[in-house]
């Protein structure tokens, strides 16, 4: 139910599969979780992220920067760490935060948080109407289903 999932849909995305099946499944498909379809969403984000790719070059390498920054130095305070982290995984629900900092933030496990956002969503939000050709198409359909089964 954990990250597991995403080595089962990152090793067929790594193999070109276009479409992988399961996200809030659970049990083989026999339960759906709405939480864990919300939890699943985040882990197909990070699946994306690997499978669009990222550059290996010198700059992606930071070859300059760790050459500047030396054996015994930091990275956090330089330019080129704050200009590139921001092109990493930024999980929403998995929390990376020191053990101190999620105990005293009520040591929510990633289920927990996908769980509230899950009834977060349920109850505020608001779908866009459909467009007017879109209804159209379908009150077509209901029609003339109704009229076949007649």
């Known amino acids: 139910m954990g ?3 995403t080595l089962t849909g990152l090793i067929p995305a790594l193999a070109g599969a276009n479409l992988i099946y399961g996200p809030g499944m659970l049990e083989s498909g026999i339960t759906f979780d709405y939480a864990q379809l919300v939890l699943d969403c985040e882990f197909i984000r990070m699946i994306n992220h690997v499978i669009r790719g990222f550059a290996v070059n010198r700059d992606s390498l930071a070859v300059d920067v760790i050459d500047s920054v030396g054996i015994s130095g930091h ?9 590139n ?29 996908a769980l509230e956002k899950t009834r977060s969503i349920l109850e505020s939000h608001q779908p866009d109407p459909l467009p007017e050709k879109v209804l159209a198409d379908i009150r077509s359909i209901i029609t003339e289903t109704q009229e076949e089964l007649q």
Do not use: C, N, V
């Open 3 to 5: 990250h597991e999932k």
């Open 75 to 83: 990275f956090i305070s330089q330019r080129h760490t704050l200009e």
């Open 85 to 113: 982290m921001q092109d990493h995984s930024r999980p929403e629900l998995i929390d990376r935060t020191r053990m101190q900092t999620w105990q005293a933030a009520g040591a929510r496990d990633s289920y927990q948080r």
